[in-house]
């Protein structure tokens, strides 16, 4: 830090050097002191200008534009992990959900959703109690289906772009949580009931964000990707009907 400010002053040094220098061989030219001080006068009165320009409209209409970088290269991460690994996870957990019944209509997108109907969507979702009912959990199956993709959601958290998509980085953890809770049980039959309390837990962690996170990615898709939307209302994890093939 201290080797950048000590850069910074020597940049600024030279720079005003520079200045003077060149304003003496203006005078040394032309012998004329009251034009310099008029040229002069009239740049530093310039000077606020150039910093509402450069400062509070160019450096914001940069900074909106890398925003929608960041945004756009998160909704791709975002994608990248519902093709490895949410929708098939939201799949098995959803079909576990005792009251899933209740919501399933609700959740059936088509491509004449508008935002107002996302929105909804998204507020039911938020309001919805998520429940797992472990018992019909097969946590040994469940367990190969998370050991997949250990390494894959390791590397999203390793992404930078997550800092700023914090329900996403929660998934992802709550994932990774119940990926090592898993893993560190050699026996999954025979768990006591507190125990099986506690996993119930994770998974309804995991299964909750995953419903948040679904309805904004398809949303996203809608907007941007047509045709990745089309494949992902053919596969909707709530669709008990779902069929990749499209019949008419």
């Excluded at 004329?32 to 910093?51: K, N, R």
Aim: charged share 25%; aromatic share 10%.
């Amino acid at each position: 830090m201290m080797f950048i400010l000590r850069w910074q002053v020597l940049i600024g040094c030279l720079l005003i050097i520079t200045s003077t220098i060149l304003y003496l061989i203006h005078y040394l030219i032309f012998h004329e002191s009251q034009q310099i001080f008029f040229y002069l006068m009239l740049d530093i009165a310039f000077i606020p200008i150039q910093v509402l320009v450069v400062t509070l409209i160019i450096n914001e209409l940069l900074s909106i534009r890398e925003k929608r970088s960041r945004l756009q290269k998160m909704n791709m991460i975002v994608g990248a992990f519902f093709t490895e690994i949410g929708t098939e996870l939201l799949t098995y957990l959803s079909d576990c959900d005792p009251k899933i019944d209740s919501i399933r209509g609700q959740l059936l997108i088509s491509g004449k959703w508008t935002e107002q109907e996302f929105r909804q969507v998204g507020k039911k979702l938020k309001e919805y109690n998520y429940l797992i009912d472990i018992e019909r959990v097969d946590l040994k199956a469940l367990r190969n289906i998370l050991d997949e993709s250990r390494e894959f959601i390791l590397r999203l958290l390793e992404n930078q772009n997550l800092l700023e998509h914090e329900q996403f980085t929660n998934l992802l953890w709550a994932v990774l949580h119940l990926i090592e809770e898993l893993a560190a049980r050699r026996e999954l039959v025979t768990l006591p009931p507190a125990d099986l309390a506690h996993l119930k837990g994770d998974t309804e962690r995991v299964y909750n964000n995953l419903g948040l996170q679904w309805i904004e990615y398809m949303q996203n898709l809608k907007n941007k990707y047509p045709y990745l939307f089309s494949l992902a209302m053919r596969t909707n994890p709530f669709d008990e009907k779902a069929s990749v093939v499209i019949k008419d």
